[in-house]
């Protein structure tokens, strides 16, 4: 629904050949990508975003996860990522680049997250930055996602044109 307001955004092209990348790409800006689970009901944290002409950046203060993320049942652990997608819809080329923090506990208290995302990786007329959160259950070392992924949130946070 989302892409479909992008496409009929294209002031550029006629009805009919209308393109995605001729649309105004800021309106994809705050997009949750998991209908069962937004990231504002999942996680309860002030973010900060820094967004420079070399990076793309999140910073999370310390938390302890059972009081500021929506812990869904059976999880262990969580984990943390913000994702950077360029593309060039001229070319077809593609580019994905993803800082995530370490395997968390959900009942530990959790140091400062930041992680940050080099734009030089990310080539491409169109960039998109997502912050996600992953949750799992840890047995015998091995990590086993919740739910087949249904309480994992992410949302697209920023958009840029180049």
Not at 32 to 58: C, H, I, K, M, Q
């Amino acid at each position: 629904q989302v892409m479909m307001k992008v496409l009929q955004s294209d002031l550029v092209n006629n009805r009919g050949e209308r393109m995605v990348r001729a649309g105004d790409w800021s309106l994809l800006k705050d997009m949750e990508l998991n209908a069962s689970s937004s990231l504002g009901s999942t996680l309860f944290l002030e973010t900060t975003y820094t967004d420079s002409p070399t990076a793309w950046a999140v910073a999370i203060p310390a938390f302890v996860p059972q009081d500021y993320v929506a812990v869904p049942r059976g999880a262990t652990h969580l984990r943390i990522s913000a994702t950077g997608v360029g593309l060039d819809f001229s070319t077809g080329a593609r580019a994905v680049q993803t800082a995530a923090s370490t395997l968390l506990p959900v009942i530990d208290p959790a140091a400062a997250i930041n992680l940050s995302v080099d734009k030089a990786l990310l080539p491409g007329t169109h960039r998109a930055f997502v912050l996600s959160v992953e949750f799992v259950q840890m047995v015998n070392g091995s990590e086993y996602s919740i739910n087949n992924g249904a309480h994992n949130a992410a949302k697209m946070v920023g958009v840029e044109q180049v």
